[in-house]
C-alpha cells in the first residue's frame, strides 16, 4: 500500500514561513479527502487542515488566516503553506486520508519536523 510521504520542514524564525508538501503514488489522490495533523513533545495528534476531494478547505483556530492547505491531483501531493509561524507551531507534521467509516485510509508515514525558533 502506497505511503504518504512528507517533507519540506525545517527550521525558521518566528515570523517566517515554510511549505509542506504530502505526496503518494497511485491514482486514488484525487478521491480522497486529506488533512494534516500535527503533534507536538508530549502532546496529542492534533487536526491542523483539511481539504476535501472539491477543494473546500477547513482550518483549526490557531493556524485560521495563517495556514493554507491546497492540492495538485495532477502531481498527487497535497501542500500546507504555513506564513506568520509562531514558536508553538513546533511539531512534527503529518498528512493522512481521512475513512468515511473511521479512522485513516494509510498508516501514518515518518511526518516532517516543523522547529520555529529564534
Known amino acids: 500500500q502506497a505511503q504518504f510521504v512528507e517533507s519540506g520542514g525545517g527550521l525558521v524564525q518566528p515570523g517566517g514561513s515554510l511549505r509542506l508538501s504530502c505526496a503518494t503514488s497511485?491514482?486514488?489522490?484525487?478521491?480522497?479527502?486529506m488533512q494534516w495533523y500535527r503533534q507536538a513533545p508530549g502532546k496529542q495528534r492534533e487536526l491542523v487542515a483539511s481539504?476535501?476531494?472539491?477543494?473546500?478547505?477547513n482550518y483549526a483556530d490557531s493556524v485560521k488566516g495563517r495556514f493554507i492547505i491546497s492540492r495538485d491531483n495532477s502531481e498527487n501531493t497535497l501542500y500546507l503553506q504555513m506564513n506568520s509561524l509562531k514558536p508553538e507551531d513546533t511539531a512534527v507534521y503529518y498528512c493522512?486520508?481521512?475513512?468515511?467509516?473511521?479512522?485513516?485510509?494509510?498508516?501514518w508515514g515518518q511526518g516532517t519536523q516543523v522547529t520555529v525558533s529564534s
Open positions: 497511485g491514482s486514488s489522490f484525487s478521491r480522497y479527502a
Open positions: 493522512n486520508a481521512p475513512n468515511p467509516w473511521g479512522g485513516f485510509l494509510r498508516s
Open positions: 481539504i476535501t476531494t472539491g477543494s473546500n478547505t
